[in-house]
C-alpha cells in the first residue's frame, strides 16, 4: 500500500514514520508513505497558498490552484483521494478495513478556513474522525493512516487485529500482566486457571460487559 499524504507542515510527520509500527512497516516495504508539501506547486515567490474568501469573512482559504498541482503530481488510476474535513462521513474501523484493500490512498489536509469547495470535483470521499474541530487535517491524516497501516498483512499478528476494540463492533476484553497481585489489587482467578475455554468465555463475557456499559449503540447495531 502507498500513502500519499499533502499538506502545508510536513515536519508534522517526521515522528510519526520514523517510530514505532509505522516505522518497522516502512522499513519492511509494507507500506510506502509519501509527505508532499502543498507550498512547492504555489506560482508565488512567498509560496503562497491561500487568499481570503468571496463574500468577505473571517479566516483565509487554501486556493485550488497548488492543491489541486499537488494532487494532480502524485494522482494514478488506481488513487484514491480523500479530503479531510469535519463535514465529512465519520472514519471507522469498518471503513479502515475498506480503504486497506485499495493500493494508494491520497490523504489531503485542509487548513486554515477551509478549502475552496471546488476541490470537490477533484476527490473521492470526504472523510472526518470526530464531531471536533482541529487546526488542520494532519493530526486526522495521522490516524487514518495509522489505522489503515495495522491492517496491512504483515505489520502486527492477525489474531491480534482481529481482537481489538472495534473489530467485532465490540471493545476489548481487560487485559492484564504480572504481578498477579499489586498494591492489593488481583488478577482475575479465571485468567491464572490455565483453563484456554473458560478464560475465552469470560473475555468475550467481559467485551460485551464493557461495550454495554460504555458505548450501547454498538451492541444495538451489531443486533
Given at each position: ?134 487546526t488542520g487535517g494532519e493530526i486526522p491524516a495521522m490516524a487514518i493512516a495509522d489505522s489503515l497501516i ?74
Amino acid at each position: 500500500m502507498k500513502i500519499t499524504i499533502l499538506t502545508l507542515f510536513p515536519n508534522m510527520f517526521s515522528g510519526f514514520i520514523s517510530e514505532s509500527i509505522i516505522k518497522r512497516a516502512i522499513e519492511r516495504k509494507l507500506v510506502t508513505i509519501e509527505i508532499v508539501n502543498i507550498r512547492d506547486f504555489s506560482e508565488y515567490n512567498n509560496q503562497q497558498v491561500d487568499d481570503t474568501p468571496y463574500g468577505g469573512g473571517a479566516g483565509m482559504v487554501l486556493m485550488m490552484d497548488p492543491l489541486v498541482k499537488a494532487l494532480k503530481s502524485v494522482k494514478t488510476e488506481d488513487s484514491i483521494t480523500v479530503l479531510l474535513t469535519p463535514t465529512g462521513v465519520t472514519w471507522k474501523q469498518s471503513l479502515a478495513q475498506e480503504y486497506a484493500k485499495k493500493s494508494h490512498i491520497i490523504l489531503i489536509c485542509g487548513h486554515y478556513e477551509g478549502v475552496d469547495e471546488r476541490i470537490l470535483n477533484y476527490v473521492d470521499a470526504e472523510i472526518s474522525i470526530g464531531d471536533f474541530i482541529l487546526t488542520g487535517g494532519e493530526i486526522p491524516a495521522m490516524a487514518i493512516a495509522d489505522s489503515l497501516i495495522r491492517l496491512i498483512d504483515g505489520v502486527i499478528k492477525k489474531e491480534s487485529s482481529e481482537e481489538e476494540t472495534f473489530s467485532h463492533d465490540l471493545f476489548d476484553y481487560p487485559t492484564y500482566t504480572k504481578p498477579a497481585v499489586y498494591d492489593g489489587y488481583a488478577v482475575p482467578d479465571v485468567l491464572l486457571s490455565g483453563n484456554h475455554e473458560k478464560i475465552r468465555l469470560w473475555r468475550e463475557e467481559m467485551a460485551r460487559k464493557k461495550t454495554e456499559e460504555r458505548r450501547p449503540d454498538l451492541l444495538n447495531k451489531e443486533g
